[in-house]
């Protein structure tokens, strides 16, 4: 009982007659006329909270900065940062910045836009091991200044930033991932 077929197994509805259910139906406008109503416009405020450690990371993000939590047990910082680490199930210790440069672990090259309309140019995207994280700690992002041709896994790349007057506090304050320059680290 309960399931979608509850009512057909039951018998269906055939036990509830007019009998049962006494009262006369109204039309739509003798319900306005005859049952008491107010109409009640609220003026309802909210906060929607995304956790500590993700409001943390996102407000680094907004000042152009990437944040990690600590793991004394495991000996692992954790980027996106989290509250309890998923190996030790134990609270994490501290928070520690890592760097805004990394490795392309995997992507993907679609000639589909986000409407799933085909496209000339195609977007690239993927996950990016960050410096100063451990091993396989990253973030699936876009990377731009690559071709199909230039793109690999293992590629060194480095973030670029929306200038800071445009950061909203969002995954989208890095634009993209372009390939570390000669010379840069």
Known sequence: MGRPHAVQRRGGDARMTPEKWPGVELSAKEF????????????AKFAWSAGE????????LQDGRLIARTCRTCKRILFPPRMFCEECFRPTS???????????????????DLDARRIEEPIYVGVVSVDGASPKMGMMHYFGEVTPE???IGLR???VWEPPEKRVGSVRDIRYWRPL?????
Not at 53 to 60: C, G, K, N, Q, Y
């Open 150 to 152: 230039t793109i690999k």
């Open 157 to 159: 790349v480095k973030a």
């Open 53 to 60: 450690a993700m409001s943390r990371f996102l407000a680094e």
């Open 94 to 112: 501290e928070w520690v910045y890592v760097k805004d440069t990394g490795t392309i672990e995997t992507y993907s090259i679609s000639y589909l």
């Open 32 to 43: 306005y006329e005859k049952v008491t109503s107010v109409k009640f416009r609220p003026e």
């Open 181 to 185: 320059r000669e010379g840069e680290r």
